[in-house]
C-alpha cells in the first residue's frame, strides 16, 4: 500500500519526484508553494490539491517532502504547523537536523540527478540516498524510496555532502563548460550540435574506465605550443585563466 505523501516546493525535483511517486501507487495529497499558479500546475498532474499558505497543510500526510531551495527550507520549516508523519527533505548538502528543530521524525531522500520539470526520468535506476535520525523513520523513508528506484543506499549527512559536491563537479561545473563552448561556436556561428556526438562519446568512455584513463587533449601532453595558440582566440581574460586552471589541473591529475 502507497504512503500519503504532502509536497513543499512545486520545482524541477518536486515535479520529476512527485509523478514518479504518484504513478509507483503513492496518493500525493497536497502540493504547498508560496506561487499558486506553480502549485496548482503540479497538483493537477498528480491528482491533488494546491495550497499555496503553509497554514493549509493537510496535517494526517504519512510524509512532508520539503523539495526546496537549500536557504529557503529552514524559514518553511518553521512556519511548519505540527503534523503527523515524517519530514523528509531532499537537499544534498543539508543535514538532516535541519528538520529535526521542528519536528521528532525526520529524514532525508536525495536522488543523485540533474532534474527539469520539462524533461521526464526513469527513476528506476536512479541512486537515492537516505537517513533519518531513527529506524522506524528510515524504514518508511526505505519503503518510499524503494517504490520508485532499485538503487537506495543509507548514506550519512557527512558523506552526502561530499557527494553532492562530487555532482557538482561532474554534473553542473561540466554543463558549464557545454555553455561556454556553446558561445565560443556561435560567435563563429557554428552550430553546437555538432559537439553532441564529441559530447556522447566522453560520456559513454568514462562508463568503461576511469575518468583519469579517459582523459584526452593537448594539456595532458602540455602541448604548450596548441595551448597558446587557443588561449589568443578566447575573448576575455576570465576565459583565458579558466582555461590555464584547467589544463594545469588535467596535466597534473594525468602525472
Known amino acids: 500500500m502507497g ?16 509523478k514518479a511517486l504518484y504513478t509507483a501507487g503513492n496518493e500525493i495529497v497536497q502540493v504547498f508553494s508560496r506561487n499558486i499558479d506553480h502549485a496548482r500546475q503540479l497538483a493537477r498532474q498528480l491528482e491533488s490539491s494546491a495550497i499555496d499558505d503553509i497554514r493549509q ?10 523539495a526546496l531551495k537549500d536557504d ?35 529524514g532525508v531522500l536525495y536522488p543523485l540527478q540533474t532534474f527539469s520539470k520539462s524533461r521526464n526520468v526513469s527513476f528506476s535506476d536512479i541512486p537515492i540516498f537516505i537517513e533519518a535520525n531513527n529506524s522506524a523513520t528510515q524504514q518508511l523513508i526505505e519503503s518510499l524510496a524503494r517504490s520508485i528506484s532499485e538503487e537506495v543506499h543509507v548514506l550519512s549527512g557527512e558523506k552526502r555532502k561530499y557527494l553532492h559536491l562530487a ?5 553542473n561545473f561540466t554543463n558549464h563548460f557545454y555553455t561556454l563552448a556553446e558561445e565560443i561556436l556561435q560567435k563563429e556561428h557554428i552550430p553546437f ?13 568514462v562508463m ?10 593537448p594539456a595532458v601532453r602540455f602541448d604548450e605550443k596548441v595551448m597558446q595558440r587557443q588561449v589568443q582566440l578566447l575573448s576575455n581574460d576570465t576565459l583565458r585563466k579558466l582555461y590555464w586552471m584547467v589544463s594545469n589541473s588535467i596535466h597534473d591529475h594525468s602525472l
Not at 3 to 18: P, R, Y
Open 193 to 205: 550540435d555538432v559537439l553532441k556526438p564529441l559530447i556522447r562519446e566522453t560520456a559513454d568512455k
Open 57 to 66: 497543510i493537510e496535517l494526517s500526510a504519512d510524509c512532508y517532502i520539503f
Open 208 to 217: 568503461e574506465r576511469s575518468p583519469r584513463e579517459a582523459q584526452t587533449g
Open 167 to 171: 555532482a557538482v563537479f561532474a554534473c
Open 72 to 106: 529557503v527550507l529552514p524559514a518553511i520549516a518553521a512556519q511548519m504547523p505540527t503534523t503527523d508523519g515524517v519530514w523528509i527533505h531532499t537537499a544534498g548538502s543539508l543535514p538532516v537536523s535541519v528538520l529535526s528543530e521542528y519536528k521528532e521524525d525526520v
Open 3 to 18: 504512503q500519503k505523501v504532502v509536497f513543499i516546493g512545486s520545482g524541477n525535483l518536486a515535479t520529476q519526484l512527485g
